[in-house]
C-alpha cells in the first residue's frame, strides 16, 4: 500500500513541475510576445519618422530647387540688366576742340566714338564686362564753359550749343547735361552720380572724368582702400592728375582715350578777345614769312624807376610776339624770331627780368625786396629776340590754348629730335602744326 502511495506522490509531483514548466513557457511566450510588440510599434514608428523624412527632404529639395530656379532668374535679369556708367565732369574733362569745332556733327563723333571707346576698353581690359550697354552722362555749366571757349578765343557759342545738341542726339544713352550755373552743381551732380551707381548691383564698371581737379580726392579717397569698389572704378585721364588724386591713382585703373579728349584744360584767364582767329581776309602764311612782315606795336610802359634804362621797342618779327598767332587747329604758334647763337648764349648767363626787358613791366618790383633780378642793363634791339628764345624755354602752364598776349613763355617744343619724356614741354607740346592761319 505504500509502495502505491509513493507512486502517487511521485506522479503528482511530477505533475506539479510540468505544470510549473508550462507556466514559464507561457511567461516566456507572453514576454515574447509583448517583446516583439515594443519592437513592431517602435519599427512602425520608425517607419513613420522616415517617410514623414522622406517627405520633408522632398519638400525641401523641391523649395531647394525653386529657390535656385529664382536665383539663376535673378542672375539672367541682372545680367540683361547690368552696364557700364560714363560720369563726366564737362569743365574738367574736356572734349577735343577738333571735335566740337565741327558742331553738331562733331557732338555725334564724340558721342560715338566714347560709347566704342569704353566698349573696347572693357573687351581688353575687364573681359567680364564686355558687351555691356554704356550709358554717358558729361554734366557742365554750359553757359559758363561757352563764356570760357569764347574769352579765349578757341571757339564761339552756337559752336558749342551744336555740339553738346549733336551728343545728345547721337546716341541713345548718352547725354551732355546743363547741371546750372552754380559754382559747384557740376561736382555735385557728378558726386551723387559715382556714389548712387557704385551701391547699384547692376552698374558693373564705372568711367569717372573728373580726375584733374582736387575737389574728387574727397570723393574717390574712401573707394581708394576698397578693393571690391575701387575695382569698379576706371578714371579717365585727360589734363594732368590734380596732386591730391595722382596721389591715389594706382589704386584704380586707368585709361586715356586721347582721339576724344583734351589733355590740358582750358586757360583760366578773362581775357576777352574774338572767337575769331583771324579775319577772314587774311591769308595764311608760313612760319618764316610772318617773321618778314614788320607790325606796328605800341610803346611798352616805361620802368617804375625813372633811371632804369628804358625798354627797346620791339618792331619787325618782335612785334608778333605782342600778338597771339594760331594754327588751323586753333593751337597756339609762338612767334619767329631771328637772333644769333652768340646773343643767345651770352644773355643765358646773365640774372636778367625777362618781364622787365620783353613786356617793359615786372609785378615784382614793388613787393617788399624787389625783383632780385637785373632791370638796369641795357639792350640793343636785336637782343631782345635772343631774351624771348631763353623766356619760351620755359613751357607755359595754359600750353597750346593759352590766350594772354602778355605770356613769354613757350607754347611748344622746337627743339629738333626731342626725347619728350624728359622734356619739360608735354607730349601735346611736340611736332605742333607752325603754319600760321
Not at 64 to 70: C, T
Not at 304 to 327: D, F, I, M, Y
Not at 408 to 426: E, L, N
Request: with cysteine; net charge neutral; glycine share 6%.
Amino acid at each position: 500500500m505504500s509502495d502505491e502511495m509513493g507512486g502517487f506522490d511521485t506522479l503528482k509531483d511530477r505533475s506539479e513541475l510540468c505544470r510549473a514548466q508550462d507556466d514559464y513557457k507561457h511567461a516566456l511566450i507572453s514576454d515574447l510576445f509583448s517583446y516583439v510588440k515594443e519592437l513592431t510599434d517602435k519599427l512602425s514608428n520608425a517607419v513613420e519618422s522616415v517617410q514623414d523624412s522622406k517627405i520633408v527632404i522632398k519638400a525641401e529639395r523641391s523649395e531647394k530647387e525653386d529657390y535656385k530656379q529664382q536665383v539663376r532668374s535673378l542672375q539672367l535679369e541682372r545680367t540683361r540688366s547690368t552696364f557700364a556708367y560714363v560720369v563726366i565732369d564737362g569743365e574738367c574733362l574736356l572734349f577735343t576742340d577738333e571735335l566740337v569745332a565741327q558742331g553738331l556733327d562733331g557732338g555725334k563723333r564724340a558721342a560715338a566714338q566714347l560709347r566704342k571707346a569704353v566698349e573696347n576698353d572693357l573687351k581688353s581690359s575687364v573681359p567680364a564686362s564686355a558687351h555691356l550697354p554704356v550709358i554717358s552722362r558729361v554734366y557742365a555749366n554750359v553757359a559758363g564753359l561757352s563764356k570760357t571757349y569764347t574769352e579765349h578765343g578757341i571757339l564761339s557759342e552756337p559752336t558749342i550749343v551744336a555740339f553738346i545738341r549733336g551728343f545728345n542726339m547721337g546716341e541713345t544713352m548718352c547725354d551732355y547735361v546743363d547741371a546750372g550755373t552754380g559754382k559747384e552743381c557740376s561736382d555735385e551732380k557728378v558726386k551723387g552720380h559715382v556714389r548712387q551707381f557704385l551701391a547699384n548691383v547692376h552698374c558693373q564698371q564705372i568711367f569717372f572724368g573728373g580726375t584733374a581737379d582736387n575737389g574728387y580726392a574727397r570723393l574717390l579717397g574712401p573707394y581708394a582702400e576698397d578693393e571690391k569698389a575701387s575695382s569698379r572704378i576706371t578714371l579717365l585721364e585727360g589734363p594732368p592728375f590734380a596732386h591730391e588724386l595722382a596721389a591715389i591713382k594706382d589704386k584704380f585703373r586707368t585709361v586715356r582715350f586721347e582721339a576724344l579728349f583734351r589733355t590740358q584744360k582750358l586757360p583760366s584767364t578773362k581775357r576777352k578777345v574774338s572767337f575769331h582767329v583771324t579775319p577772314p581776309a587774311t591769308p595764311a602764311v608760313d612760319y618764316a614769312s610772318a617773321a618778314s612782315k614788320g607790325l606796328t606795336s605800341t610803346t611798352p610802359p616805361r620802368a617804375a624807376h625813372e633811371n632804369v634804362p628804358s625798354v627797346p621797342q620791339p618792331t619787325g618779327a618782335a612785334a608778333l610776339s605782342l600778338q597771339v598767332l594760331r594754327n588751323k587747329h586753333g593751337q597756339r604758334v609762338d612767334a619767329p624770331l631771328n637772333y644769333s647763337q652768340s646773343d643767345f648764349n651770352a644773355l643765358k648767363v646773365r640774372k636778367l627780368c625777362n618781364t622787365h626787358y620783353l613786356l617793359g613791366k615786372c609785378p615784382f618790383e614793388k613787393n617788399d625786396g624787389g625783383c632780385t633780378h637785373d632791370h638796369l642793363a641795357r639792350l640793343a634791339p636785336k637782343q631782345l629776340d635772343a631774351l624771348r628764345a631763353i623766356a619760351r624755354q620755359s613751357p607755359c602752364q595754359f600750353g597750346l590754348y593759352c590766350s594772354n598776349t602778355d605770356c613769354i613763355h613757350g607754347h611748344s617744343c622746337t627743339r629738333p629730335g626731342c626725347i619728350i619724356a624728359t622734356c619739360r614741354f608735354s607730349k601735346d607740346m611736340h611736332d605742333v602744326d607752325r603754319q600760321i592761319v
